[in-house]
């Protein structure tokens, strides 16, 4: 056989090798995948990633890389929704599989969109912790913040799993472990069932619930030493913006740092 007839295995434009699967819940799961030499990001940006349609057409989703930029391979944190045209189908990913990963970072929850500040504020709902797992791995984020604060909402504890798990691990990281040390703190609650800590984050911070038991001693964040990211529905963001522009906080961007970013989860 000469060289002209061998056929080429097809393979997927941008592809990459999924080299690990997590499932948490029948709604969540995270995967690990090659990561393209090409590609720098900045911690908290998101890609676009996906699979090829019935249609011959790449289906193509936004997602935030929820590993952090010095990692060799690359971390996603999705929902599965059963009739989403793309986590229908990713949901079944195996390792082995190939993905389509578009190596063009982009998004404004990254450390450059903020004012320095003393204490850094994540605030997510669902899979909108994804950003906040890639920054929380970050060494940069503990060297420009005294204190960095993790709140998480879901539904559930189940669902809150995937974060739990790697916050707790963090200080005893071999890498990022002396980076963090005792300055992240994590407030995760839970909305429908019975857990530590209850209720929306958002409520939880008009009410002075949160910095209670956190031990702030504060009520409300300070535009001069607070910062905050937010990721979550449209409808958290929202409310998210609201209290945090009650406070005094603007909203920042990659061109014009302030004190807080606010970025939409993504939902199949
Ligand atoms: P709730 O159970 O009260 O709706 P989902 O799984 O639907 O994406 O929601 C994730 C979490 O975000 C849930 O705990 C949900 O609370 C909470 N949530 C939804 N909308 C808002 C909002 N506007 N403000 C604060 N939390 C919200």
Redesign the pocket.
Known sequence: MTDAQIKPVPTLPDAQTVTEVEHYTDRLFRFRCTRPQSLRFRSGEFVMIGLMGDNGKPLLRAYSIASPSWDEELEFYSIKVPDGPLTSRLQHIKAGDEIILRPKPVGTLVLDALLPGKRLWFFA??TGIAPFASLMREPDTYERYDEVIMMH???DAA?LEYGRQLVESLPNDPLIGEFVGDKLKYYPT???DDFAHKG????NLISGKAFADLGLGIDKLDPETDRGMVC??L??N???KDILEGWGLNEGANSEPAEYVVEKAFVD
Not at 200 to 203: D, V, Y
């Open positions: 709902t669902g909402t879901c539904r669902e839970t909305t429908r929306r984050i958002t409520e979550g529905s409808a958290f929202l409310d998210m």
